[in-house]
């Protein structure tokens, strides 16, 4: 079946450093790739959607200089939150979309700002 | 906007059991699809099931099947003989059957938090 491969799972980093998280669809290219945002016990929130080639479309109420998507290639795409605070502390989920498969999510990762 | 609402923040069963869990959503489109995830502790998201509207025929995945009524915007999820694995959050979600762009974002609803006892 399709996989995506999230990276990383766990990562702490100092409140104004940026941080990459990777996903990227192991037998599948994925034309689309959706970010999304889980507080604990809550839903996942959109964050934004990508298209490979083209520039990511944000949902309302989200910085997209401050949440930076990349999706260079069918294989892979990148969200780097930049200056990260405290508040931007949470669980981030990516899923690919292929029309044979569907949507594939990726394991996702458990940011903490410290 | 399409929304979708799961009235049930925590349900609780008896393994062996079964459990319904609800969901209804509001929507203006003729054609969509409609699924259930299932997220256990360790956050990974599962396809449980999938429906399409323009099917009549309610889906069915082993213990798993839906009751859809398309007139009532109501998608009900039932687990025959509950077993302590089924122990996850539950999303229901709406996608367009239009394809491409963001029509293609999956909505999720608020979730439902299956406990099951042994």
């Known amino acids: 079946g399709a996989v995506v491969s999230q990276h990383p799972s766990r990562v702490i980093c100092k409140s104004g450093t940026s941080v990459k998280i990777e996903c990227r669809s192991l037998?599948?290219?994925?034309?689309?790739m959706f970010w999304y945002r889980q507080f604990p016990k809550q839903s996942l929130m959109l964050m934004a959607t990508?298209?490979?080639?083209?520039?990511?479309?944000?949902e309302q109420g989200v910085e997209k200089d401050k949440f930076l998507i990349n999706h260079a290639s069918l294989t892979l795409s990148t969200l780097t939150v930049t200056s990260a605070h405290p508040e931007d502390s949470s669980f981030y989920i990516c899923?690919?979309?292929?029309?044979?498969?569907?949507?594939?999510f990726g394991s996702g990762t458990r940011l903490t700002v410290v | 906007a399409q929304t979708v609402t799961q009235s049930q923040p925590e349900m609780s069963v008896q393994e062996a059991e079964t459990v319904t869990l609800s969901c209804t959503y509001d929507?203006?489109?003729?054609?969509?699809?409609l699924f259930w995830y299932k997220q256990p502790p360790s956050r990974q998201m599962i396809l449980v099931i999938r429906?399409?509207?323009?099917?009549?025929q309610n889906a069915t995945e082993n213990r798993f099947s839906v009751n859809f009524q398309k007139a009532a915007k109501s998608f009900s999820l039932k687990i025959s003989d509950s077993q302590l694995g089924d122990a996850a959050m539950y999303f229901c979600?709406?996608?367009?059957?239009?394809?491409?762009?963001?029509?293609?974002?999956?909505?999720f609803g608020t979730g439902t938090l299956l406990a099951v006892q042994p």
């Open positions: 899923s690919a979309l292929d029309l044979d498969y569907g949507y594939t």
């Open positions: 990508s298209n490979e080639g083209s520039k990511a479309t944000y």
């Open positions: 037998d599948f290219q994925a034309t689309t």
């Open positions: 429906q399409e509207a323009y099917k009549q």
């Open positions: 979600a709406y996608r367009s059957a239009f394809v491409g762009g963001a029509t293609n974002k999956l909505i």
């Open positions: 929507t203006s489109e003729s054609d969509y699809y």
